[in-house]
């Protein structure tokens, strides 16, 4: 009986070794998974714990409560071969050391037990932390759900708001339009109304010419007729009528150089200011353009082109009042000219009386 005591010891001693060989694998997964959990309350984002480690940890759960319970099966059959090995035993030696043995079994028995349970809390909290994990990763994807909700509402609201600065820079861009149009409408108005009375001008100068010569031809044929009576009288009314016609001819060609030299003027300055024009629009179309990413610039540009607009209407009101004052200055000329042929006709009068009374006496 002896001999069977020993073989159980034996296997029992086996058993325990196999043991020690299962049991030192569960304490580095032990660690990673402490470690893996300190590092998922300092990053609840994702954590680093995989599937299979779960099912590992799950399958050695089961393989440690079906050794326990195998070992607890294989300790009582132990117990109670030695308990019946006892009955017959009648040696007080062999007593001692069945005694021995079994308190030395059992307290094997129950360090194994000890440490199975140990392990057991451990895989359980392995099990918990696990849990707290896939929560951890639920509310961090509801997170960023929700963060990606109220970006995307961002997003609209601001896409909403080009669209509004863009179609109010549209509408800006067509009422500048309309108004450049409308500039050089004005333009070519005014230009054929300009040229309209220099036509008129000329045709008055060239009536005035006709009407001198005319009247020159007049004279001559007369004082050929009167050189014999009155050679020094008709030598005079020459040479101041010459005078008069080199003045008249020199106002005229003075007033159409001016006129010309006026008409180029205007029209340099409105070509200038259509050039002008035409830059600070395309300025103003590139600043709109920048203005989509700009927006806190669009008052200040609006403030610009509403100041370059208020310019552009002064500048056709200084137009106007040049077109007054050259309209002013043609009637004066007219009336200047009107007085001259009248005093020369007066002139042509007296020098006719005087020749008649000469002729009379």
Same mark, same amino acid.
């Given at each position: ?200 001008? @000329?045709?008055?100068? #060239? !009536?005035? +010419? /006709? ?7 007049? $004279? *001559?044929?007369?004082? %050929? ?20 016609? @080199?003045?008249?001819? #020199? !106002?005229? +060609? /003075? ?7 006026? $008409? *180029?003027?205007?029209? %340099? ?93």
């Amino acid at each position: 009986m002896s001999v069977g005591a020993f073989t159980c010891r034996q296997n029992t001693e086996e058993k325990m070794i196999q043991r020690s060989s299962l049991l030192p694998s569960l304490v580095p997964v032990e660690r990673q998974v402490k470690i893996t959990s300190r590092d998922n309350q300092a990053l609840p984002v994702i954590p680093f714990v995989s599937a299979s480690l779960v099912d590992k940890l799950e399958n050695r759960i089961l393989t440690h409560e079906t050794t326990t319970a195998g070992l607890l099966e294989q300790a009582f059959h132990i117990k109670d071969e030695i308990t019946s090995a006892l009955l017959g035993m009648q040696n007080k030696s062999t007593d001692h050391l069945t005694k021995h043995l079994l308190e030395e079994h059992v307290r094997n028995i129950i360090e194994i037990v000890k440490h199975l349970s140990k392990d057991i809390e451990v895989l359980q909290e392995h099990i918990q932390i696990r849990d707290n994990i896939n929560y951890g990763t639920s509310s961090a994807v509801k997170n960023l759900e929700m963060h990606q909700h109220s970006f995307l509402g961002d997003l609209r609201g601001r896409v909403a708001r080009c669209d509004a600065s863009i179609s109010r820079l549209s509408a800006d861009h067509k009422t500048i339009e309309d108004r450049l149009q409308n500039l050089s409408k004005e333009k070519q108005t005014a230009k054929v109304i300009i040229d309209s009375k220099i036509k008129d001008v @000329e045709q008055q100068i #060239s !009536q005035l +010419l /006709s009407r001198m010569d005319s009247t020159s031809i007049d $004279q *001559e044929t007369k004082l %050929k007729l009167m050189q014999k009576e009155g050679n020094e009288q008709l030598h005079l009314l020459d040479m101041n009528f010459k005078c008069m016609t @080199e003045n008249l001819r #020199s !106002q005229i +060609l /003075s007033t159409r150089n001016w006129l010309e030299q006026e $008409q *180029e003027r205007i029209e %340099k300055e409105l070509s200038q200011k259509i050039e002008e024009l035409s830059l600070s629009i395309k300025e103003n179309c590139k600043i709109n353009e920048r203005a989509v990413a700009e927006k806190f610039h669009q008052m200040s540009v609006r403030l610009g082109k509403i100041e370059d607009i208020q310019k552009t209407n002064m500048e056709s009101l200084r137009m106007r009042r040049v077109m007054d004052k050259l309209n002013s200055r043609t009637t004066k000329i007219e009336l200047l000219m009107n007085e001259e042929l009248k005093e020369i006709k007066a002139e042509l009068n007296s020098g006719r009386l005087k020749l008649s009374r000469l002729l009379s006496l």
